[in-house]
């Protein structure tokens, strides 16, 4: 029997609220067994840059990442944001390590072809190196990954959060009974946007279709399911997408993805 790992991704939203992130950081640190944290930053990225008179470039709510927004992002992501979650967690008893793609070759990617836009220094994951998080995890050490990865050849590449989550527990559930979470605003995928409580507590491929049709499931949601999919179709056990409270035991507000 394998055993459990939780791999948990938090957004700029928790990133950016203080209070927000000592509550979830007090909700991770009681999950039981292994675990890794995955976290973005770009919102609080933003605001560094414009600080420094960085013009930051945004297209369909993707970063264009230059030279210049590479080093606010590897500073930012791999730095302020990404320490001050580790020393946190610390406070909390829980032994975290910052790791970025390139600390232990971790996780290799490739720069983005260009098509019709030049994403700059963007990354497409290529490869989880397993075996370098499972030392890690067997030591007891709680990983938590910025989202930077590298290229093997020198280069740091700016790469989406929620695709480094989903590529570390496909990549750890050959060895784990994995269960991947998306912690962000919303309490799960909701059925009307305007309430927060109508949230669909279990999707299965069959409903996915359902919600697909009836325009349910859009826009943002959109690449998150299919990431959750995704994942779930190469033998990750379960995804969960709620707010931070889907970390505690008693919670059941939230939505679980399964095939």
Do not use: W
């Given at each position: 029997m394998?055993?459990k790992?939780?791999?948990?991704?938090?957004g700029g939203?928790?990133?950016?609220n203080?209070?927000?992130?000592?509550?979830?950081?007090?909700?991770?640190?009681?999950?039981?067994g292994?675990k890794?944290?995955?976290?973005?930053?770009?919102?609080l990225?933003?605001?560094i840059a414009?600080?420094?008179?960085?013009?930051?470039?945004?297209?369909?709510?993707?970063?264009?990442?230059d030279?210049e927004?590479?080093?606010?992002?590897?500073m930012?992501?791999g730095?302020?944001?990404?320490?001050?979650?580790v020393a946190?967690?610390?406070?909390k008893?829980t032994?975290a390590?910052?790791l970025?793609?390139?600390?232990?070759n971790?996780?290799?990617a490739?720069?983005?072809?260009?098509?019709?836009i030049?994403?700059?220094?963007a990354?497409?994951?290529?490869?989880?190196?397993?075996?370098?998080i499972?030392?890690l995890l067997?030591?007891?050490?709680t990983?938590?990954?910025?989202?930077?990865?590298?290229?093997?050849?020198g280069q740091?590449?700016?790469?989406?959060?929620?695709?480094?989550?989903?590529e570390?527990?496909i990549?750890?559930?050959?060895?784990?009974?994995t269960t991947?979470?998306?912690?962000?605003?919303?309490?799960?995928?909701?059925l009307?946007?305007?309430d927060?409580?109508?949230v669909?507590t279990h999707?299965?491929?069959?409903?996915?279709?359902?919600?697909?049709q009836?325009?349910?499931?859009a826009?943002g949601?959109?690449?998150?399911?299919?990431?959750?999919?995704?994942?779930l179709?190469?033998?990750?056990?379960?995804?969960?997408?709620?707010?931070?409270?889907?970390?505690?035991?008693?919670?059941?507000l939230?939505?679980?993805?399964?095939l």
């Open positions: 394998k055993p790992l939780s791999i948990v991704k938090i939203n928790v990133i950016e203080e209070a927000e992130l000592h509550k979830f950081l007090d909700f991770f640190s009681e999950l039981k292994a890794i944290l995955v976290h973005g930053g770009g919102k990225a933003t605001q414009d600080q420094l008179g960085i013009t930051s470039q945004m297209v369909g709510g993707r970063r264009i990442t030279k927004s590479l080093k606010v992002i590897t930012v992501y730095g302020l944001a990404n320490k001050n979650i946190q967690l610390q406070a008893g032994n390590i910052g970025s793609g390139a600390d232990g971790t996780i290799q490739v720069k983005r072809p260009v098509k019709e030049d994403y700059g220094f990354g497409d994951v290529e490869k989880v190196n397993t075996a370098a499972e030392k067997k030591a007891d050490f990983p938590v990954f910025c989202a930077i990865t590298h290229n093997n050849q740091l590449l700016n790469t989406n959060a929620d695709t480094i989550a989903s570390i527990a990549g750890m559930s050959g060895v784990f009974e991947l979470y998306y912690c962000f605003e919303k309490k799960g995928v909701l009307d946007i305007s927060e409580n109508s669909v999707i299965e491929p069959k409903k996915y279709q359902e919600l697909l009836n325009n349910i499931i826009d949601m959109l690449p998150k399911l299919e990431n959750c999919f995704h994942a179709n190469q033998q990750v056990n379960k995804v969960c997408i709620g707010d931070i409270s889907m970390l505690q035991p008693s919670s059941t939230y939505t679980t993805i399964t």
